[in-house]
């Protein structure tokens, strides 16, 4: 179709076209035509028409999906916000090959407010298309299910950015996972009946959690809708098909996904043993942990079982309990080392994180050593006192071999307090104490040296987790206050005198882990 035009300067010229071309979204090709002589058609431009996105709600209260459709291949980003100055964004996606529709799930919305969101769509070329204004009423929990949030700042020290993810736990239905802003105010919950154990964020933008009772592994999207999930039972019966040991009990504690997108999930399995060391003439039930990897359709392909690898003679944290149950590793954080492509698995009972031999699958199995007391390293600057006790989410802070840092939350329960044996919290010693802590691993030389710690003067007899920031700060998480259903996260500065930064108390409740995330979107930092 030829259009006039109307010159407006050597290099501009102005056509109009007509509306029966811009009735839906489509790609047009314009080009300009001179007469001869010395005239010619230039290279065509495409001109993309689309029609504006639609925002609608979810199941979650502050959750809206935003679709728009695109006729040909584009990124779609979400910018949304309080006022039509927006200020935040989701993570990019992807039109399917040749154009098509996108939906977005937009999340990071304050309770019971008005938000203005628009689309940004990306075309190969450059261009960028903005879409007009819409509007979203955001909704929240019901006032019985908001926990009580204080937050307090320190003038002059700088928080590093992000939101804040609570793993909430508590009797019947208030459990949950909340995220927050760092002003403490809720930007997205999950209910989960007892609270999540945990709850993390997947590459994907979905996030994977255990519930407290164990029963079954799910993931969810943002909107809070189930992408897939794998009971107990079934998981036993997969196992037994693939002719892999042992049955599992629950799971508990911790799942983490792996460069291979593979899960690694944490479970319990009990056997039976006789004369214990310490339990002479009785028959025990013994608790222990075992790993189970899933592939990426959430099938087992690989399992490791604590008895198979440490002493069930060693049992320094409790013995059986009025069930004749003994818990004797209980495991309770899971890491992936890149490095050298092992395990570290925190054994809270034991005192202990160890490494096992996993080389992505294809190793032994076997403890490669022990971190903690009466374990394979030797403490460079410190006493029986200053190693980690019961400890909670030792992470990885340097990806390379055989000199590291790794971090911790040590909470401290039955700490050797000196070299005859005294621990802390019975009669006539010291009271326990927890910390956050960060070791000088050197793996070669068998050694650990105390880099950092921060002392807050509090007992957390169980629960917690210790991060360490891009900032450099550190923000742990007490998620008891000695045995109390009151919750301290602290942000605190890496120095010899940590100075608090930031502090985030949630009372009326536990909080298994709290973790600082760049945004709900893998990749975007807000």
Same mark, same amino acid.
């Given at each position: ?12 010229? %102005? ?15 314009? &080009? ?32 809206? +999906? $935003? ?10 980003? !979400? ?31 304050? &309770? ?9 769509? +990306? ?30 700042? =320190? =003038? ?10 609570? *793993? ?41 959690? !255990? ?5 079954? /592994? ?20 997969? /196992? ?65 079982? =604590? ?14 309990? +009025?069930?004749? !149950?003994? *818990? ?10 890149? &490095? ?17 031999? $996993? ?55 039955? %700490? ?48 917690? =987790? ?17 045995? &109390? ?39 975007? +930092?807000?």
């Amino acid at each position: 179709m030829a259009l006039a035009t109307t010159f407006e300067s050597s290099t501009q010229l %102005r056509a109009t076209i007509p509306p029966s071309l811009l009735g839906a979204p489509t790609t047009l090709s314009l &080009a300009v035509s001179n007469p001869s002589p010395g005239g010619g058609i230039s290279s065509p431009k495409i001109f993309t028409v689309l029609s504006a996105g639609q925002v609608t709600p979810t199941n979650h209260p502050q959750v809206a +999906q $935003y679709t728009i459709r695109s006729p040909r291949e584009a990124w779609v980003t !979400i910018e949304f916000g309080p006022t039509t100055n927006y200020g935040l964004r989701t993570w990019s996606l992807p039109t399917p090959t040749g154009g098509g529709e996108v939906s977005i799930l937009v999340a990071g919305m304050r &309770a019971f407010t008005t938000y203005h969101l628009r689309a940004l769509v +990306q075309f190969p070329d450059g261009v960028t298309y903005v879409d007009a204004d819409h509007t979203f009423d955001t909704g929240g929990l019901p006032p019985e299910e908001v926990p009580p949030i204080t937050v307090t700042r =320190s =003038s002059g020290l700088v928080s590093s950015p992000g939101v804040q993810l609570l *793993d909430v736990i508590a009797g019947g239905p208030r459990g949950k996972a909340l995220v927050t802003n760092l002003d403490g105010n809720i930007l997205w919950s999950y209910p989960v009946a007892n609270g999540p154990t945990p709850m993390r964020l997947l590459p994907n933008g979905n996030f994977i959690f !255990i519930p407290f009772d164990g029963t079954f /592994l799910r993931e969810i999207d943002l909107a809070g809708n189930t992408v897939r999930e794998i009971s107990v039972p079934e998981l036993q019966k997969a /196992l037994q098909t693939r002719g892999l040991p042992p049955v599992v009990g629950v799971l508990h504690h911790d799942v983490i996904m792996l460069p291979n997108g593979h899960l690694m999930v944490l479970a319990d399995v009990t056997r039976q043993f006789d004369n214990l060391i310490g339990f002479e003439g009785q028959t025990i039930n013994v608790v222990g942990d075992t790993l189970v990897e899933l592939d990426e359709n959430w099938q087992p392909v690989w399992t490791w079982s =604590s008895f198979d690898h440490l002493d069930v003679n060693r049992h320094p944290f409790s013995g059986p309990d +009025q069930n004749n !149950i003994l *818990d004797w590793t209980h495991g309770n954080a899971v890491v992936y080392s890149p &490095a050298d492509r092992n395990l570290l698995l925190s054994l809270r009972h034991q005192h202990w994180v160890i490494k096992i031999d $996993y080389q992505d699958g294809f190793g032994t199995g076997n403890v490669l050593w022990r971190l903690g007391p009466e374990g394979d390293f030797t403490l460079l600057n410190g006493g029986p006192a200053d190693w980690q006790y019961a400890q909670h989410f030792p992470t990885i802070l340097d990806n390379q071999v055989g000199v590291y840092r790794l971090a911790l939350f040590d909470n401290g329960n039955r %700490r050797v307090l000196d070299e005859n044996g005294t621990i802390c919290g019975l009669s006539g010693s010291s009271p326990c104490y927890s910390r956050a802590i960060i070791y000088e691993i050197d793996e070669a030389m068998k050694t650990a040296r105390i880099l950092w710690e921060d002392k807050p003067g509090l007992f957390a007899p169980f629960i917690g =987790s210790t991060q360490v920031l891009p900032n450099g700060n550190v923000v742990w998480d007490a998620g008891t206050l000695g045995g &109390a259903a009151t919750a301290i996260v602290r942000e605190v500065t890496q120095e010899a005198t940590p100075q608090t930064v930031w502090q985030l108390e949630l009372s009326g409740q536990f909080v298994y882990r709290s973790i600082r995330l760049p945004s709900l979107y893998p990749g975007v +930092q807000w």
